[in-house]
């Protein structure tokens, strides 16, 4: 079945550094891709998505391009903030558009 | 502004009890889902519905029932609570588009089960 890969965390960086959190995914059709964010204490948040095969989505300094050829949606920003610090999911839709498979979360901490 | 509440926080129920955990959106959302979440699991489907009265299995339905009489309800049902049905759990509600519905989320209940 359809299913989502992303990089183990924790995942801990200085403020100002570059990230990326790697995304690969198994789907035998043509899914939509997510990143979810959760902050402390909190349900998860849309943070950007892309519905077809090199859509780039963007949102708060974080961009993800989906990559039909090496199925995957890398998760990136040029300057974290101590902001950031969450956990980020990855996420597809199955065939059904309506249900989401989540990946296992990958938990971002970032120093002052 | 989307927004989608959860009955309680934190809940500590004993085993064998029944517990409900309740969610209600404020969007007119036909789909509504039932998540749990678990550190290293991600999340995990536990049914959800795509209109009143309507209910789907996800991928982990055993020990869990659901009842969605309003459109802008959806509850939990655990009929007898075990110790591992200890977790968070998570409420979502979605419009169906046909491609990629974003689903909106609530805060989550944390579930502890003695």
């Known amino acids: 079945g359809d299913s989502v890969t992303q990089m183990e965390g924790p995942v801990t960086l200085s403020e100002e550094a570059f990230l990326t959190i790697n995304c690969t995914y198994t789907?035998?059709?043509?899914?939509?891709l997510f990143w979810y964010v959760q902050y402390p204490g909190e349900g998860l948040q849309l943070l950007l998505k892309?519905?077809?095969?090199?859509d780039k989505g963007s949102n708060k300094g974080f961009e993800a391009t989906y990559r039909k050829e090496t199925t995957s949606f890398h998760l990136e920003k040029g300057s974290v903030q101590v902001s950031d610090s969450a956990v980020y999911f990855c996420?597809?839709?199955?065939?059904?558009?309506?249900?989401?498979?989540f990946g296992s979360g990958t938990r971002l901490s970032i120093r002052p | 502004d989307v927004k989608v509440t959860q009955s309680s926080r934190y809940l500590v129920k004993r085993t064998g009890e029944k517990v409900f955990l309740e969610c209600v959106q404020d969007?007119?959302?036909?789909?509504m889902f039932w998540y749990r979440q678990d550190p290293g699991l991600g999340l995990r489907l536990i049914y959800f519905?795509?209109?009143?009265?309507?209910?789907e299995k996800g991928d982990i339905p055993e020990g869990y029932s659901v009842s969605r009489e309003k459109k802008e309800r959806f509850s939990l049902i655990l009929e007898s609570a075990s110790t591992s049905q200890t977790s968070m759990y998570l409420c979502?509600?979605?419009?169906?588009?046909?491609?990629?519905?974003?689903?909106?989320f609530g805060p989550g209940t944390r579930l502890t089960v003695l």
């Open positions: 789907a035998t059709g043509y899914p939509s």
């Open positions: 996420a597809l839709s199955d065939g059904s558009a309506s249900k989401i498979i």
């Open positions: 979502a509600s979605s419009i169906p588009q046909g491609t990629g519905d974003t689903q909106y």
């Open positions: 519905s795509y209109d009143v009265k309507m209910k």
């Open positions: 969007m007119d959302h036909e789909n």
């Open positions: 892309a519905t077809k095969a090199d």
